[in-house]
């Protein structure tokens, strides 16, 4: 049985990768490596089921008609691209106007501990702390703020989230926009 205190190191598993990688919502440059969650369109004109999006999965693939499962995860889009084109080609002829376009950032974590929902919680590329803890339908009674423990891979971080809401709270209404 853990204490509280090891639950709660655990209670934000991952989300490192919504504070380590500043993720954004928005398509990036051809050289930004994609990952889990991110959302792929892929166009070959005439080709019905092709025309659409494709989400990368949480063990970073997609499921191509006719091609089956794609690794994709981990690499830029140009190079997802011409992989997929590689593959396509095998069954599809003209392939002059295929294009692959990243259509939204997004991020699969997974938020453990002292959460109502623990699990696996889809949210926007840009999306914070607090977001991911209200997609985990949020904190459970006994939750040390202070003590959040953020993870990817083998990069650790404890995270004070109860002094970030308290700085966020203190400037509300208090920020001032300059142009």
Same mark, same amino acid.
């Given at each position: &049985?853990? #204490?509280?205190?090891? +639950? ?12 380590? #990688? ?9 050289? +930004? ?15 019905? #089921?092709? *025309? ?6 949480? $063990? ?34 003209? &392939?002059?106007? =295929?294009?692959?376009? $990243? ?6 974590? +997974?938020?453990?501990? @002292?959460? *109502?929902?623990?699990? &696996? /919680? ?11 803890? +209200? ?6 009674? !006994? ?9 990817? !891979?083998?990069?650790?971080?404890? =995270?004070? =989230?109860?002094? @970030?809401?308290?700085? #966020?709270?203190? =400037? /509300?209404?208090?920020?001032? /926009? @300059?142009?």
């Amino acid at each position: &049985m853990l #204490t509280r205190l090891e +639950t709660l190191i655990i209670c934000v598993l991952f989300i490192a990768g919504l504070l380590l #990688t500043g993720g954004s919502s928005h398509a990036r440059s051809a050289d +930004t490596e994609l990952g889990p969650g991110d959302v792929l369109y892929i166009s070959l004109p005439g080709e019905e #089921t092709l *025309n659409r999006t494709f989400k990368i999965d949480r $063990l970073g693939r997609i499921e191509l008609p006719e091609v089956g499962e794609v690794e994709v995860s981990g690499r830029p889009l140009g190079e997802i691209e011409v992989g997929l084109r590689r593959s396509l080609s095998t069954v599809f002829r003209d &392939m002059d106007q =295929f294009e692959v376009t $990243l259509k939204e950032r997004r991020k699969l974590i +997974t938020v453990l501990g @002292y959460v *109502n929902e623990p699990g &696996m /919680v889809d949210l926007p590329g840009d999306a914070s702390v607090q977001e991911a803890i +209200t997609a985990a339908g949020g904190l459970v009674p !006994g939750a040390q703020l202070d003590r959040l423990q953020l993870r990817r !891979g083998s990069d650790r971080q404890v =995270f004070d =989230f109860k002094k @970030y809401l308290c700085l #966020t709270s203190a =400037f /509300v209404g208090q920020i001032e /926009v @300059y142009l």
